[in-house]
């Protein structure tokens, strides 16, 4: 049986009237990090149920996992969703992933499924982005090179036992509001660039760990941006794998840019 489920989950308000898809690809399945991107799928999935509380919008999660992963299902699905201009989507995959060989000047990773399956990550954003949702996040932890190096030491870590309080609360919600809602167009990341590998350990992906931990940090700052969860993220790694994002305020200009990559 596929294992492909839509859940909903109702915030207590609904302060803007579009929903939040959370769509995440996981390849639970593969030989030797399998359990790494279980991890990865089960902290992402945490994450966007959190973001969509704090915008007060409708959680859409779809997830697709485990050995039974079929691109053409996939894509489908993509296709079959019905995207309103408010709508906000964020796309994840984790697992293994390469340069994908016959779009040379595409920085974007091919993630793999399986087999001999695969999906461009341009080819989903592209997708995605031509519903003319309010605002797409497409993000692949995988690797984005077809070369082997030594891996490195994860060092990663949250507080115990956190209590937040209101005032801590309500900042939260406040810098959740301007990193999603407050944008529009495309956020794009993966985890290393073209001709590089992607690192993962026992605890999960490193990139989609320090990415969560930065997200968590900036969340609780006075002044948060986009930016600066993807630099702190960078910094994390040092150098051991070299992650690449792109914002884009446009839906158009957005869709531009990834034509233009893939021809």
Sequence with gaps: ??????????????????????????????ENIGHHVFFDAMRMNRQMGKIAKNLGREFKQIMFYDDDLVADEIIQQIDSLELKHDDIVFFYFSGHGQQAVEHPDDPWPLMKLGGRQAINLSTVTMKLLEKNPRLVVAMADCCNHALSIDPVELYFAFPKGEIIDDCEKELIQVNTQKLFHDHSGLIMASSSKAGEPSWSGMMGSFYTLYWIQALYHELREQDTAWEMIFERTTQRLEDKQHPQY??????????????????
């Design 1 to 30: 049986m596929k294992k492909i489920f839509l859940a909903l989950f109702l915030s207590a308000t609904s302060l803007f009237g579009g929903d939040f898809y959370g769509i995440i690809v996981a390849e639970t399945e593969v």
């Design 246 to 263: 792109l914002i884009i305020p446009s839906n158009e200009d957005a869709r531009l840019t990834l034509d233009v990559l893939k021809n």
